[in-house]
């Protein structure tokens, strides 16, 4: 059981939902938050995810050999088989909520459980589209979040702009450095990938620009609706995007994670203590 959970990575599926709560919340100036629609839309998209990683691990099974030998399927603890069943259960269950939800989500939803399994499917082939198609499905958290809310208001509204931007390219600089960190075991698998995005210079020259362009959009919601609160919380944020550019890939990976969590913190506190 424990192994069919890892199969979910619920410290990735877990905050992504929540990131949609929140986005949710901000279209709404606050008050989804109380909408129980929310939740059980937060409840379908999380259980897609969780799907998704779960059809990945059985995807990615023979590259994981070599470059994450510690997951259940490469380790050979859960059967492929076993894997693709518990990824099409829950992406069944998940689109089985989202029925209950608006139907803007749901074909929202829809849309974005096809790029996850064509994502699972085909990203080795992708080359550099890897990368985009990644930033692409991150920065879906967005559409989703505003086909749930219906509508714009509130004093935050005008934020979820400029959001999407910072995701798309921080997503983008992230999905690169995975792919530098990652290049010895696509490399023994045939992955093309590593002919562009697996070269340590131009990869590392791409995934620096995205996170610095991102960081420097993380000032703009400051100025047209978020409060002190994330004004005060987000320097940090930008701080652990800049240091990434400098530690080696490992480090750059955990330094953009903890940009994540920063920017997810200080949009919450801000939410929770400015009201709407």
Known sequence: MLDLLRLCRLYYAGPLALTFTLTVAYACG???????HTWLATAALFLVIAAAYAFNDACDRFVDRVNAPYRPVAAGRVRPNAAVLLAAVLCAVGLGLGTLCRWEFLVTLALVSAGLACYDLYSKQLVWGKPLLVALLMTSIYPLALAQAGELSGRRATTLIFFPVWMFLTSF????????????????????AVDCAGRSRPGRRAARAAVLAGAAVLLVPAMVGCGWVYLAIVPLAMAAG???????????????????????????????????
């Open 173 to 192: 600089g992230y999905e690169v450095l995975k792919d530098l960190r990652d290049a010895e075991g696509d490399r023994n698998c045939g992955d093309p």
């Open 30 to 36: 606050g008050s989804a938050a109380n909408d129980w």
């Open 242 to 276: 800049a240091v990434s550019c400098l530690a080696n890939v490992r480090r750059a990976i955990a330094f953009v994670y903890v940009e994540f969590v920063l920017v997810g913190l200080a949009a919450t506190a801000d939410l929770l203590v400015s009201g709407s």
